[in-house]
Nanobody
Framework: QVQLVESGGVLVQPGGSLRLSCVVS????????VGWHRQAPENQRELVAS???????NYGDSVKDRFTISRDNTKNTVTLQMNNLKPEDTAVYYC?????????WGQGTQVTVSS
């Protein structure tokens, strides 16, 4: 059974930083592309960042130069470091792993950026 467990979502002030983590089990993690998506109320789910099995990264335009994605294949973990957070970053953040037709999602963690 594939499980993705996210953590780190909290309330943070604008300009602050936050780190999200996702621990994955039940798959050969190192072969998968892993990433984070987010969904704000009344918006579609969008890509935040992803990292492939060969460490190639991709970022959404709105988070470039502020967010950094990384992975630790020894711990089956993907981490999203978020800096200079803005109110528009408020959303539920979802961890995702995919390979070919296989695509798995976590339950999501709420990030709220507000003063």
């Amino acid at each position: 059974q594939v499980q993705l467990v996210e953590s780190g979502g909290v309330l943070v002030q604008p300009g602050g930083s936050l780190r999200l983590s996702c621990v994955v089990s039940g798959i050969s993690f190192r072969f998968y592309t892993v990433g984070w998506h987010r969904q704000a109320p009344e918006n579609q789910r969008e890509l935040v960042a992803s990292i492939t099995n060969v460490m190639s990264t991709n970022y959404g335009d709105s988070v470039k130069d502020r967010f950094t994605i990384s992975r630790d294949n020894t711990k089956n973990t993907v981490t999203l470091q978020m800096n200079n957070l803005k109110p528009e970053d408020t959303a539920v953040y979802y961890c995702n792993v995919r390979q070919g037709s296989m695509n798995y999602w976590g339950q999501g963690t709420q990030v709220t950026v507000s003063s």
